[in-house]
């Protein structure tokens, strides 16, 4: 994913029309979903709509990530209103459903959401939406053992504001997962979290060192190679030269265009600039 894309991702889609979508493997009669994202203004009519269309139509008109397990995405919403704000539109359609949210900055937008399929969960604002969280001690099982990808992620998203001590901890297995989402979840938390909390600027830089040159996913690499660069010029310009030799096409197209945009920076800056 480039830095236009991944950017583009986690911001709101303008003015888009209406989305008509049926759920996967949902029959004829299945409800249609209506919603519209206007700028980031939503409007929905929606009767019985199964949440993970619902869900995923909001994802794509808004660039939110979105993700719902199969036990849960089949049930049903039924919402109206009319030019809501994005997060309370996106707040409405979970009600009473368990999630958890990562947000680009503390009080920033959300990015990401995960709707939980075992019972457990951590809304954003001390418990406003969904369940409370359970004991450290079971989030850092399930974020190591928990079956589905989409609950150990979630499980390490609730550690991380949580018990920043536990996340640490289980840190190293999460960037080794199984499952390369659960690998993004937390290269994400790595480089979103703010400094110190739990981790050093010095350590999110070197884990984001090691993403970029060793991950098995070729988009998780490039991904990284974007935040080092965003994060430090420096780090970022070593890592995107090593990743010239990448095996993957996409990733040493990646890193040509972030040494082209690093480059760009530092000429700009050393123009003197007329008085």
């Given at each position: 994913?480039?830095?236009?894309?991944?950017?583009?991702?986690?911001g709101?889609?303008a003015?888009?029309l209406?989305?008509?979508l049926?759920?996967?493997g949902?029959?004829d009669g299945?409800?249609?979903?209506r919603?519209?994202v206007?700028g980031?203004q939503?409007?929905a009519h929606?009767?019985?709509v199964?949440?993970g269309?619902?869900?995923q139509?909001?994802?794509?008109?808004?660039?939110?990530?979105?993700?719902v397990?199969?036990?849960?995405a089949?049930?049903?919403?039924?919402?109206?209103?009319?030019?809501?704000?994005?997060?309370q539109?996106?707040?409405?359609?979970?009600?009473g459903v368990s999630h958890?949210v990562l947000?680009d900055?503390?009080?920033?937008?959300?990015?990401?959401?995960w709707?939980l399929?075992?019972g457990?969960?951590?809304?954003?604002g001390?418990g406003?939406h969904?369940t409370s969280?359970?004991?450290?001690?079971?989030?850092a099982?399930?974020?190591r053992h928990?079956?589905?990808?989409?609950?150990?992620?979630a499980?390490l998203?609730?550690?991380?504001?949580e018990d920043?001590?536990?996340?640490?901890a289980?840190l190293s297995?999460?960037?080794n997962?199984?499952?390369p989402?659960?690998?993004?979840?937390?290269?994400d938390l790595?480089?979103?979290s703010?400094?110190?909390?739990?981790?050093?600027?010095?350590a999110k830089?070197?884990?984001?060192t090691h993403?970029?040159?060793s991950?098995g996913?070729a988009e998780?690499?490039a991904d990284?190679?974007v935040?080092?660069?965003?994060?430090?010029?420096?780090r970022?310009?070593?890592a995107?030269?090593?990743?010239?030799g990448?095996a993957?096409?996409g990733?040493r197209?990646?890193?040509?265009?972030?040494?082209?945009e690093?480059?760009a920076?530092?000429?700009?800056?050393?123009?003197p600039?007329r008085?």
């Amino acid at each position: 994913m480039s830095a236009t894309s991944r950017s583009a991702a986690a911001g709101v889609a303008a003015a888009l029309l209406v989305a008509l979508l049926h759920p996967a493997g949902a029959g004829d009669g299945a409800a249609p979903v209506r919603l519209i994202v206007a700028g980031e203004q939503v409007s929905a009519h929606l009767e019985g709509v199964p949440l993970g269309a619902a869900l995923q139509s909001l994802s794509e008109q808004s660039g939110i990530q979105v993700h719902v397990p199969q036990a849960v995405a089949g049930q049903p919403v039924s919402a109206r209103f009319d030019d809501l704000p994005l997060e309370q539109a996106l707040m409405r359609l979970l009600e009473g459903v368990s999630h958890i949210v990562l947000r680009d900055d503390p009080g920033g937008a959300p990015i990401r959401v995960w709707v939980l399929s075992s019972g457990h969960g951590m809304a954003p604002g001390a418990g406003a939406h969904g369940t409370s969280p359970p004991a450290a001690g079971s989030l850092a099982f399930d974020a190591r053992h928990a079956p589905e990808p989409e609950d150990r992620s979630a499980a390490l998203v609730a550690l991380s504001a949580e018990d920043p001590a536990q996340f640490v901890a289980v840190l190293s297995d999460a960037l080794n997962d199984r499952d390369p989402s659960v690998r993004e979840t937390a290269m994400d938390l790595v480089a979103y979290s703010p400094e110190g909390q739990p981790l050093s600027r010095d350590a999110k830089l070197r884990l984001l060192t090691h993403i970029a040159r060793s991950d098995g996913s070729a988009e998780l690499r490039a991904d990284a190679l974007v935040l080092l660069a965003d994060m430090d010029p420096e780090r970022g310009r070593a890592a995107a030269l090593h990743a010239r030799g990448d095996a993957d096409a996409g990733v040493r197209t990646e890193a040509e265009a972030v040494l082209e945009e690093l480059e760009a920076e530092r000429s700009d800056a050393a123009t003197p600039r007329r008085r």
